[in-house]
């Protein structure tokens, strides 16, 4: 893609929470003008325009992400030093969500 | 019946004919979601224009389904709008024709819904919300094509000025069309167009561009006298059940 449509048609990020669903989640990816035109967009490849769903759009460049690089230093956890992780405590009956 | 018939033909052949127009732009459009949205509203006015064909096959009571409606009829028995049949010309033209045949369909369904005829009320019910879709996306590029570039400004404008005179056939009340609501089916065409109006102004004033003055108003589609645009759009459209006739698919 040259350089001037990339300016002109910036990535969005796409995010649907389903009409019983309870949280918005990634489903793809698109490119569009603006927002109201990603919305609309997003509408027609992502849900089929059914009733009662919900979506995000977000410009691609607004979202930062973790670096692969870091990866280790990131998620990758100590597991020799067992206090991290709270297993320690006895849950109380009744107590089912914890 | 043959009023209401002849009623419902209108309405489904202007779904047909803007079905087709619609989706000529498939892998043509400017934009890839554009595209996807283009053949989105095809097949909206492609499923309208089935059943109100289905409908009016039986209220003719002659054994023709929604195929021998669409695929063995000539020019003159089309009942469509001039407006639906014209060249899609560029984006900009699309876009004009497509907004203003959204916006008098939404105005239609809407007051169809309450029609004395239960089943034409049901299809509008279900139409309406489409329509308001459409109405949407194309208002959506008559103003970002108006309001945006100096060569998009002009464009649309020259296509709001060539499919203006078209719209006026949308409101003439018919004989026909002034019986079917004398009974309560339809709202007569001319009370459509304040609304219409009320509609489509705003948004030609937001878009920056000049309502086009009244004037000149071609009409005759829904007689079966078309422009000659129709009888090159049928004869691709159906060519392959006209070679193949009575084949099965």
Known sequence: MSERSERAVPLWEVFVRARRGLSHNHVGSLHAPDAELALRNARDLYTRRQEGVSIWVVPAGAITASSPDEKDAFFDPAADKVYRHPTFYEVPDGVAHL | ?249
């Open chain 2, 1 to 249: 019946m043959s009023d209401l018939f002849e009623f419902v033909l209108r309405l489904g052949d202007d779904a047909l004919v803007a079905a087709q127009r619609l989706a000529e732009w498939t892998s043509r459009a400017p934009e890839m979601e554009e595209d996807v949205a283009l053949a989105n509203i095809a097949l909206d006015q492609l499923g309208a224009a089935r059943l109100l064909l289905s409908y009016a096959g039986e209220l003719e009571g002659a054994g023709r389904d929604e195929d021998a409606l669409a695929y063995l009829r000539g020019d003159r028995e089309f009942r469509n709008c001039l407006l639906v049949e014209l060249p899609n010309g560029d984006f900009a033209v699309t876009m004009a024709k497509l907004f203003c045949l959204a916006a008098y369909q939404r105005i239609r369904y809407d007051r169809l819904v309450t029609s004395t005829d239960e089943r034409l009320a049901a299809i509008a019910a279900k139409a309406r919300k489409e329509s308001a879709y459409h109405v949407d996306h194309a208002a959506l590029w008559v103003r970002r094509l108006g309001d945006g570039t100096e060569e998009s400004h002009r464009r649309m404008q020259a296509a709001v000025d060539e499919v203006w005179p078209y719209t006026h056939e949308l409101f003439a009340t018919d004989e026909l069309a002034a019986r079917v609501a004398e009974r309560g089916i339809a709202a007569a065409p001319s009370t459509l167009r304040e609304e219409w109006l009320g509609a489509v102004e705003p948004v030609l004033a937001t878009a920056t561009l000049t309502r086009p003055a009244d004037g000149w108003a071609p009409g005759g589609g829904r007689d079966g006298v078309h422009t000659e645009h129709l009888s090159y759009l049928l004869a691709e459209m159906q060519v392959l059940h006209r070679a193949h006739p009575g084949a099965r698919w």
